[in-house]
């Protein structure tokens, strides 16, 4: 297969505390597409985020690695290669399609406009960062979509970088591990967007029928057409806690019901409670739980090695 | 014609229902009930019928042509136990070597409580996943409102078609200017740039045949169109069921794969 001739394969550049909606950054760190020490380039930011929980200023180091807040626990919302960073052995990561970006299918006005400033402000191309990477040892195929990106909507460029994954999966007999955060599909690309759907399900479908395992790691928000397509097919689904998980928007059914949601609707705890996620793991245990998983269906003694 | 013309026409409570087709189109339609896990739904129809002499597989969403049929099929707006049948029929054709043929007119998936407690995001992405490898021809037809991935659930196939004045899209003009835009009532605005008529989508080449309707629409004159759609289907069905079921299921997986535009 020559699926990946025209890819470039970029290192992995650090940028924790990107700005996205929903924290407040005071100062950011500009350090896209650089490997150069990461520990020492985060020390020297001095950022703080307003915590969405209990609406305290938080320091990047009060916050930590797994940007968790000390005071209440809230997750903050991670970038596509803060995900991957994480979770990622050291140096392991080798991204598929980094130069891939949107089109305008549908001649949408001022989506070329709106694409450049979203690339420009996250420094990532689209809503998915894809590659490959060991994980505790063990090789797979990584995705992580990123929620500052047009609220990490399904155009384009992120179904044909799933399905390239899957693909590639596919061809190199590796596991498949996503991470998964949407709003849904992307307005601007229409119909088109809604095919992605399909096109990603296909595919998954396709690395699951060549005896591939794929875990599907759902984090805050997982809904629309995301939910309604890869997210939820994985052999394993996990979820991170407290994540909003869901298929239509709150105050859509809020609409329909006339009538307020309680809380805990559509979060990680109520899908596992309705039988949608099989676990729920916490931030610092991910990438233990995700190498002992891939280990179990791969490692010595039952797969290919 | 404004495309918003399409969307009020495709919306007519007069508009050809599923089971209207199924009766024209098919003989001796048998309607089969329930998911076998939970409950029937009633905006999801499906069973067995002939067609020119073969066993097929026929599903439709459903919506009513009055008040109380409505209510009864909840708008055409399925529940995730509509999904699950539609494809629990399906996997029972496939099994058969029974073609599939789906009649799609929905605003979308239901959006409620139960729904999200069982799973509505599953239920249709474990649709997409399976149909995109069952091993038995499916054609669907939008015959009305082919609603985002309420729709979509029934409509990957290997060949898609619409009805002239039917409209398929990833939300309605009044949501997509709502969200866009913050203003629902600018919807026939949305409508225009959203490309969401049968035209617009047949040159998008996201479905394979426009099938006419009589000026005004398919209500006015239903046998037009309904003979149409017989007709196409008399070639359609032999064609595909002659192709082997890898040539099938790869070419239904080129089909989906091919969708989407990226600069690289
Ligand atoms: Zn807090």
Redesign the interface.
Known sequence: MALFN??KYLPLGLNIFRKKDDIVINKAVESHETEADEEAKTEEAVVSVKCRGCGKEITKTEAGRYKICPRCGKYFRLGARERIYITADRGSFTEF?A????????G??DYEEKIADMQKKTGIKDAVVTGKCTIGGQECVIGAMDSSFIMASM???V??KL?RAFEYAIAHKLPVVIFAASGG?R?QE??????????T??????H??AGGLYISVLTDPTT??V???????GDIIIAEPKALV????RR??EG??KQK?PDD??TAEFQLE???VDIIVKREDMKDKLAELIRLHYGKGGGEQ | MKAYDNVKIARQLARPTALDFINHCFEGFTELHGDRLFADDNAVVGGLAWFEGIPVTVIGIQKGKDTAENIKRNFGCAHPEGYRKALRLMKQAEKFRRPVICFVNTSGAYCGVGAEERGQGEAIAKNLFELSRLKTPIISIIIGEGGSGGALALATADRVWMLENSVYAVLSPEGFASILWKDSSRAEEAADIMKITAKDLYELGVIEKVIDEVPGGAHIDFEFTANLVKHNLETEIPALMALSPEELVEQRYKRFRGFGEYNE
């Not at chain 1, 399900?201 to 396709?206: D, F, G, V």
């Not at chain 1, 869901?246 to 928007?249: D, K, S, V």
């Open positions: 025209k890819s399609d130069g891939m970006s949107a089109a305008n299918p549908l949408f006005p155009g384009s460029v179904g044909e399905a599909a307005m229409g119909i088109i967007s809604l095919m992605q759907m399909s096109k399900s296909a595919a998954a479908a396709k699951s029928d629309g057409g939910t309604a397509s890869f997210a939820m097919l869901g298929f239509a928007g859509v059914i329909t019901i949601l609707f559509q309705h039988g949608f």
